[in-house]
């Protein structure tokens, strides 16, 4: 069936360089695209978010790219700081249904 | 803006007991709110989606007689788990979206955390 998944479980980067997390979608119908961060314990909360008319959004140190013609989705987190240690999750929405879909997360681990 | 809290935030009981987990919406008004189930290392699960004033709709294997939910208000829903047992035990996040805002965007709640003994 439709699905969102994530190429990489974990991510461990060192404190000042930049993240990429990847996402893969194969949903076409999918016109909709959050990012969301998880720390352990705690809800998910919102990232950043991009519609299927555009190919790049940017926000505070965090961009989002998408390429709808290999159903592709990823987050570059610039200055990666260990704050930003938590689990990062995308979600797609089904414009029909309204719903989100989430994928399985990526943990993100920062060295100091 | 879009806070979204849920009480209790904790809670452990026995089994065969109902819990109830509030969801609330403070500075909008959730037309639709969603209720989530994670399981430890887990994406969320959505369990069902309910409209202000509406029956809520249930995914796929998710007993409708074992969680209800009511959607009362547009700032409150909760969530009844009723007798409880320890399979039940997990994360249960809630999220909302008002009527004013972007389509898909949700806004979720700290979650709770249930224990069942």
């Known amino acids: 069936g439709e699905s969102v998944g994530l190429h990489l479980p974990t991510l461990s980067v060192q404190e000042g360089d930049n993240s990429i997390i990847n996402c893969a979608y194969s949903?076409?119908?999918?016109?909709?695209f959050i990012w969301y961060k998880q720390e352990s314990g705690k809800g998910p909360q919102f990232i950043i978010d991009?519609?299927?008319?555009?190919d790049k959004r940017q926000g505070q140190r965090v961009t989002v790219l998408l390429n709808k013609t290999v159903k592709h989705l990823s987050l570059q987190i610039a200055a990666t700081q260990p704050g930003d240690s938590a689990v990062y999750f995308c979600?797609?929405?089904?414009?029909?249904?309204?719903?989100?879909?989430f994928g399985g997360g990526t943990r993100l681990m920062v060295k100091p | 803006g879009a806070v979204v809290s849920q009480h209790p935030s904790r809670v452990i009981c026995k089994s065969g007991t109902s819990v109830k987990i509030e969801c609330r919406s403070l500075?909008?008004?959730?037309?639709?709110m969603f209720w989530y189930r994670q399981f430890p290392k887990q994406s969320l699960m959505l369990m069902a989606t309910?409209?202000?004033?509406?029956?809520?709709?249930?995914e796929q294997g998710v007993e409708k007689d074992k969680f209800l939910i009511n959607h009362a208000s547009l700032t409150l829903s909760t969530l009844t788990v009723t007798s409880a047992h320890p399979e039940d035990s997990s994360f249960y996040i809630c999220?909302?979206?008002?009527?004013?805002?972007?389509?898909?965007?949700?806004?979720f709640g700290p979650g709770t955390r249930l224990t069942v003994l």
């Open positions: 500075d909008f008004q959730a037309t639709t």
């Open positions: 949903n076409s119908a999918s016109d909709y």
């Open positions: 999220s909302a979206r008002g009527s004013g805002q972007d389509s898909g965007t949700q806004y």
């Open positions: 979600a797609e929405n089904n414009n029909a249904g309204n719903m989100l879909t």
């Open positions: 991009i519609r299927s008319n555009m």
């Open positions: 309910s409209n202000e004033g509406s029956k809520a709709t249930y």
